[in-house]
């Protein structure tokens, strides 16, 4: 039977990587996400798990054990945040590019400096474009069936790219709350052996990473942007298969009340969850407002976006990084790209907020909320607004 | 460079890569023929030639055999130019000389 317990959220991640029989973790401790692999390491340490983990010295080194492990076809996980992230940069196009199923959780950072070590995706946007299959969740079971999902996702022959889960650091991998662990025979029946078709072996040698000269990268580069949009069909029927079997269901962009609702507000991870306590306040008081929340942040779900904010008048985007002299906030800028050809649309207001690990409340939300009508109606001077910073 | 099916890399579309563009014909960099990135030669005066060898252990290309009379010689397909084997050679048999074009 299945277990629900109370537990952190970043123990319950190491416990879930336990049960999704991992074979090698590389990792190294960074706030927020230290708690992840401390379990793990213990777990390893206590015979628990029958994995080899290897403790590196720097991030960098991290991902890049990921590879080699990867390589040889063993189950690889590894977890990191902000600085770590981006220490790792290089090397996680490399694992998308040499096409490696290595999961990794983030629990999402700010940046230095000055130095945080709070929550807000200034890490995430960072390593946007750098091929991984990227999924954000909003509370610890999201976390814990999202272990089971990626792996599976990333290994599946038909995608075979690497995937990062993202949990707001602190707001989401520090709490303490009730989580279900599935079954170990349900686990072990949905999550199939990793069989990486072409693994490093003397009895049949393979050269990876190699050199390609202009006239075959262009090629090589098509084939992956080909492959990981591709990989969206695989990740619908997984996410289908693991409803259908553990009662959990997840789409690419999930509504809050938002049908037919005329004013819109999109957020991404946990503070998601913050939202709806403001939209149902605000709906309670006879508002026509709803939510829609981006849980599939790549391959981009452009289809799922359109259709969920089509009938709205106005859409408010809310980003929790900067980008520093450019269209506003990164999520929106995306939106608003993937809007701008459609006869039917709403008016995009983009917010950021909650920065640097700054709360925003559910009254806060509604605040928004009613800026962001007041802009669509009378316009605004600025490419985007910036919320609850002291003038 | 990636693997070479019935068609050359010029031929080649993204669909006949395999996986992360990995490369599963061992030794088929041997085809990348590097002799062409060369400004230098090496010459050779093979009476002082005392078959030790240590111009084929130091060439960073592998690209040094022994031919038919014993002596040690490049493969011109290969050899860069790079002038080890004629820093090298203890009894002075090498000497690099500019390619003429």
């Known amino acids: 039977m299945a277990d629900r317990v109370g537990i952190e959220v970043s123990v319950a991640i190491g416990d879930a990587v336990k049960q999704a029989n991992v074979d090698v973790i590389a990792a190294y401790p960074i706030t927020p996400q230290t708690h992840i692999v401390e379990h793990l390491a213990e777990l390893v340490a206590n015979g628990e798990v029958d994995a080899a983990y290897i403790p590196v010295e720097s991030e960098h080194s991290a991902m890049s054990a990921c590879l080699g492990s990867a390589a040889v076809g063993a189950r690889t996980f590894t977890a990191t945040a902000g600085q770590g992230l981006e220490l790792m940069h290089e090397v996680l196009y490399v694992a998308s590019s040499m096409r490696f199923p290595v999961v990794m959780t983030v629990a999402n950072r700010a940046l230095s400096s000055p130095l945080s070590v709070w929550g807000d995706h200034s890490d995430v946007m960072a390593v946007r474009d750098t091929g991984w299959i990227q999924i954000f969740t909003e509370n610890g079971q999201e976390v814990v069936d999202h272990i089971f999902c990626a792996f599976r996702i990333a290994e599946d022959n038909k995608v075979l790219l690497p995937v990062m889960i993202h949990l707001d650091g602190f707001h989401l991998s520090h709490v303490i709350e009730p989580i279900t662990f599935p079954d170990q025979s349900k686990v072990d029946k949905f999550l199939p052996d990793n069989k990486y078709p072409l693994p490093l072996h003397p009895d049949k040698p393979v050269t990876m990473g190699d050199f390609a000269p202009p006239i075959i990268y262009p090629e090589a580069k098509w084939a992956q942007e080909v492959n990981l949009r591709a990989s969206k069909e695989i990740i619908l029927k997984c996410w289908q298969e693991f409803g259908e079997i553990f009662g959990h269901h997840y789409s690419p962009v999930e509504r809050y009340h938002s049908e037919k609702a005329k004013v819109l507000l999109l957020t991404m991870g946990s503070f998601s969850e913050t939202a709806m306590t403001a939209i149902d306040k605000m709906r309670g008081e006879g508002r026509d407002v709803g939510l829609v929340r981006l849980r599939l942040w790549r391959p981009f779900p452009f289809e799922e976006l359109r259709r969920a904010v089509e009938d709205a008048e106005t859409l408010i985007v809310l980003d929790r990084a900067l980008s520093f002299g450019g269209p506003g906030g990164p999520v929106c800028s995306e939106v608003k790209a993937a809007l701008y050809g459609q006869a039917k649309k709403p008016k995009v207001v983009s917010f950021v907020s909650g920065i640097g690990g700054r709360d925003i409340s559910p009254g806060d939300f509604e605040e928004i909320i009613n800026k962001g009508i007041t802009i669509s109606e009378k316009g605004s001077p600025n490419e985007f607004e910036i919320f609850g910073v002291r003038e | ?101």
């Not at chain 2, 070479?4 to 023929?33: C, F, H, Q």
């Open chain 2, 1 to 101: 460079m990636a693997k070479r099916k019935p068609k050359s890399e010029g031929e080649m579309t993204w669909r006949d890569l395999e996986i992360g563009a990995i490369v599963t014909e061992p030794g088929n960099a041997s085809r990348y023929k590097t002799g062409d990135w060369r400004s230098q030669r090496p010459t050779y005066d093979f009476k002082k030639c005392i078959k030790c060898a240590l111009c084929q252990i130091f060439c960073p290309e592998g690209c040094i055999f022994q031919n038919d009379e014993g002596n040690f010689e490049a493969d011109m397909y290969y050899c860069k130019g790079c002038g080890i084997c004629a820093r090298e050679c203890p009894t002075g048999v090498i000497t690099m000389v500019e390619e003429e074009e």
